[in-house]
């Protein structure tokens, strides 16, 4: 198979781990940079250019597509789509995804465990957002935000006025959300593939910070998933679309609670932690999987 790894970074982890695991299947793998891509949109025959060359022959693509470039990853996505190539993340699934607001109201519409949240426009009606989520302390999360950027703790109803103030100026999107203080700083990270969880851990921030994520020095260790927290993984990766999500849960007093659908995954710590070859499994569900055409939107989304 030819497979094309849409990256704008060939030596980060996740993209060199897809390229060896490809090679070591027998394949042709290629890694394009999206913002390097440019589009020929015509209704006969849709292509694709990247660096003065025609892009063709691909049996799959692989989006590892970073947030501060979504909108034009999504434009490329969209064209491979058209042209029929199989995309393992499809231009509708990330874009659903890459929306905090829209992934949450999706959930929601499922009966899926979240978090309480709030959102508006008005800044009068900070208080009413915080009353909302059942009072301080809460925590406010800007839309675009990736990686615990843009995740701010407020622990006073005074702190989360001013930080709401503050995104508000800035002309931010952000989500108000209940503080979940049973989970002790510490979230699930389930990894599903093609339907089914491949592997799962649990990281726990270091101390004094709230955040558990590994980028900002949070620690992680092999955890096995309850019943219920298995069906919500799953559940939450069927929802938004993707054959390959990292559904992050918080563990509650009520069950488990959705926190984050993500679309393009980082492969280093689920693979340094669980010692499982997750790359290897995405390649052989690409193998299964692509056909021509077989994308459901087909660019339509």
């Known amino acids: 198979m030819k497979i094309a790894i849409l990256s704008r970074n060939r030596h980060l982890y996740s993209t060199k781990r897809l390229v060896e695991a490809g090679l070591a299947r027998g394949h042709e793998v290629r890694v394009i940079d999206i913002l390097k891509c440019y589009m020929d949109i015509t209704s006969a025959s849709?292509?694709?250019?990247?660096?003065?060359?025609?892009?063709e022959g691909f049996d799959a693509v692989i989006p590892r597509i970073g947030a501060s470039v979504t909108h034009y990853g999504l434009a490329v996505i969209r064209q491979f789509e058209m042209m029929g190539v199989y995309c393992l993340t499809e231009s509708?699934?990330?874009?659903?995804?890459?929306?905090?607001?829209?992934?949450?109201?999706l959930l929601s519409?499922?009966?899926?465990?979240?978090?309480?949240?709030?959102?508006?426009?008005?800044?009068?009606?900070?208080?009413?957002?915080?009353?909302?989520?059942?009072?301080?302390?809460?925590?406010?999360?800007l839309c675009e935000g990736t990686q615990g950027r843009g995740i701010v703790l407020a622990e006073t109803s005074k702190a989360?006025?001013?930080?709401?103030?503050?995104?508000?100026?800035?002309r931010a999107e952000f989500l108000v959300q209940e503080f979940i203080k049973e989970a002790n700083g510490s979230d699930v990270r389930c990894f599903v593939v093609g339907g089914?969880?491949?592997?799962a851990m649990q990281r726990t921030a270091q101390?004094?910070?709230?955040?558990?994520n590994l980028h900002r020095g949070g620690t992680a260790k092999v955890t096995k998933l309850t019943p219920e927290e298995r069906s919500t993984a799953l559940k939450a990766a069927q929802t938004m679309g993707l054959q390959?999500?990292?559904?992050?849960?918080?563990?509650?007093?009520?069950?488990?609670?959705?926190?984050?659908?993500?679309?393009?995954?980082?492969?280093?710590?689920?693979e340094t932690t669980t010692k499982k070859n997750i790359?290897?499994?995405?390649?052989?569900?690409?193998?299964?999987?692509?056909?021509?055409n077989n994308t459901k939107t087909k660019g339509k989304g």
């Open 46 to 55: 849709p292509a694709i250019w990247y660096m003065g060359e025609k892009l």
């Open 92 to 105: 509708v699934a990330l874009g659903r995804s890459r929306d905090k607001l829209r992934a949450l109201q």
């Open 109 to 141: 519409r499922k009966g899926i465990g979240l978090p309480k949240t709030s959102f508006a426009y008005n800044v009068h009606d900070t208080k009413e957002l915080i009353k909302l989520v059942g009072g301080a302390p809460l925590v406010l999360k």
């Open 160 to 170: 989360a006025e001013s930080v709401i103030e503050a995104f508000r100026e800035l």
């Open 196 to 199: 089914k969880i491949v592997a």
């Open 207 to 212: 101390e004094g910070e709230f955040r558990s």
């Open 244 to 270: 390959v999500a990292g559904v992050d849960l918080l563990r509650s007093s009520r069950g488990p609670l959705v926190m984050e659908v993500n679309s393009s995954p980082g492969l280093e710590g689920i």
């Open 279 to 292: 790359a290897d499994m995405i390649i052989a569900f690409i193998e299964e999987n692509a056909r021509p």
